[in-house]
């Protein structure tokens, strides 16, 4: 009942706002028409569709308002009024009340706010769909004053979202039980990932440690900051880390005004997305414009600033390699290896034809080749991917849908910055030196070097243990014989008892028919 009750919510909502002018009169159909004109009746629509569709989604909670921020960065697929109006999901959804604020911020530490930082400032600055942010001070160990910002936890998300996760694998029952290629799609599972990855938002700490390794990660490569996290500041529901100061992403305006590279920040952004997801694999899964800032400051002077880590992906050793080779045939345009490893891999059901397959992958990729980005809509790539999918039953893999919906964030923002930017171009030699790595003298020199405690422990135990194998062998051979003898023999006792009681049951048959002949006669 209460699964219904929030469906009655959620179509109540759609309705109260005029969601469904936005569907069914897009039909042609008489009759759809004329039904969405009676829902109309009674209604005030006079607010802009896009303004209307934001405060549904803002109204129905964090997962609806996540989906909208998934859509704001697709202005491919959104007309510009719609696109321009979820964008203010990104960041700035109404904040809750700050002194509700202040006291979560006293019940994690126990401690009063005033002597926690130096100054606190009431008035969030950025307020999104699982949290909000505040800036503050602190006093360091040496006596100086750091810049901090200070993110709380929305209070009673954890009920909510349970409620509407339930509702979801409820109508994933329904989708996966409808028809099979709902069952191929595993609605269910996807779900599941989905939850999983929710509720980890939900833990600040989880969030913090997040930072905290995509912060080591990223040391090296000079093109993205993360901020240092204060581990003394931080619970479930509060963490306090470094400020930070940059300009966001979508004010391309004031960037270009301050002389940052436009082109080459588009070009660092898959850098670092690939680096992220082969050579980490964890990667950051929420890469949409409020979360993503640019440095302006001399030292960090055009490198990215990454926010809100509380959602990461992770990959296993064999999906990156799966991924690495299918992104390298693609870019080779190697269709048949492309179609290869869909049925080494198990995707595909045995017994496909690969030149079947090669050619359907063909005819949607090739098409897409050597265009610039603004001629390139990755979303309709992939749609046509899935239909391709759907007629040769590829089975959907539910620990890849933060990927795809991240690489979907990376073509939105590449989009916005460089509509000139060849995608597969600047991933190509990228890719082609993860896949040498891997498999070259480099890879093999790191995994000794992994190995080489292990490797120590048992070098001084090796003349032991190659002592007591030889003392041992002999008495384990011997065994072994017997017991090969002593199962020859059962074997030879089964046989004969077989043949015998044949050539008996045999016998008896004659004498039984020799017997019935001569009372006949």
Known sequence: MRRFARGV???????????DELVLTSFQKPWLRALGRMISVGRN?????????REALERLGPIFVKFGQVLSTRRDLLPPDIADELAWLQDRVPPFDSAVAIATIERAFRRPVNEIFEQFDATPVASASIAQVHFATLRDPHGGIREVAVKVLRPGMRSVIDKDLELMAMMAGWVERASADGKRLKPRQVVAEFDKYLHDELDLVREAANAAQLRRNMAELDMLLIPEMFWDLCHEEVIVMERMKGVPIAQLDRLRAAGVDIPKLARDGVTIFFT???RDGFFHADMHPGNIQVSL???????YISLDFGIVGTLT????EYLAQNFAAFFRRDYKRVAELHLESGWVPEGTRVDELEGAIRTVCEPYFDRPLKEISLGMVLMRLFQT??????EIQ???????KTLLNIEGLGRQLDPELDLWHTAKPFLEKWMADQIGPRKLWEQLRAEAPRYAKLLPQLPRLLHDYLEQRPADHRREVRELLEAQK??????????YGGMGFVLGLLVMQFVVRVRLF
């Not at 400051?297 to 490198?303: I, K, S, W």
């Not at 999918?389 to 590829?394: I, K, L, P, Q």
């Open 490 to 499: 059962r074997t030879n006792r089964l046989l004969q008892a077989i043949v």
């Open 9 to 19: 919510v959620i179509v109540w909502v759609a309705l109260r706002y005029g969601l």
């Open 317 to 320: 050793e064999s999906d990156k």
């Open 45 to 53: 629509l006079d607010a802009p569709r896009g303004q209307r569709l």
């Open 297 to 303: 400051a001399p030292e960090t002077f055009g490198r």
């Open 276 to 278: 992220q997801v082969f």
């Open 398 to 404: 539910p620990q890849l849908v933060l990927l795809q």
């Open 389 to 394: 999918s759907r007629r040769f039953h590829v």
